[in-house]
């Protein structure tokens, strides 16, 4: 061989292995680790992400439940007023209405007065009425806490009818009106009085009126 050829091919076997490794590099790993690189960026940026969108929604929902309370606070102040304020107006009202029940309690009372001797008549020759009828039913005005007696003389003597009452261990009793006496028409014969219908068992001048009472005197024959 000439000298020539022995160059050329001590260069190629330098060449070779150059060649070789140029490859070799171009096959390493060192792309996988740029694009190893770039995923985990972006797996750490779309954690990162995910991490904010949660605090977000915590704290959204925090608010929401602070608004919440906040809110249910405001509405049970607002009811604890209006209660206090129904409550208030409530004793308003109730201390108006004593004040007006005070107000209206009056003085006086009115009533009504008969007198009447229909059971005599059969007795009498000469009548004053043919109906027995002394006093019709007449109004009269007395007091607050008088007697029947009281209403009773009142309307005697506005209408002229004069009585004959005579004071007793139990109270004042009527012995006579108009000339019509007890026992007069019998040993059982005289006067009694009702109150609305009732004969009350205590004499009329230890009876209490009420405003509307009726009093009624009736002669009796026993």
Known sequence: ??????????????????LAYSYHLSQSPIYDEEESTSFASTAADEKSTSKAENNTTE?????????QKQTTKDNNDSDGEEGAKSDESSGSEEKVTQKNTTTTTSSYVTCTVEIEYSQALKYMENPDDENGIMLST?????ENGDSAYDAFSKACNENGITINPEDTFYGIYIAGINGINEKEYGNGSGWIYSVNGRYPPKACSAYTLSDGDHIAFRYTCG
């Open 138 to 142: 007449y109004s009269v005005t007395v």
């Open 1 to 18: 061989m000439s000298k020539k050829v022995v160059l050329i091919l001590i260069c190629v076997l330098i060449s070779v292995p150059a």
């Open 59 to 67: 704290d959204s929902a925090s608010g929401n439940e602070e608004t």
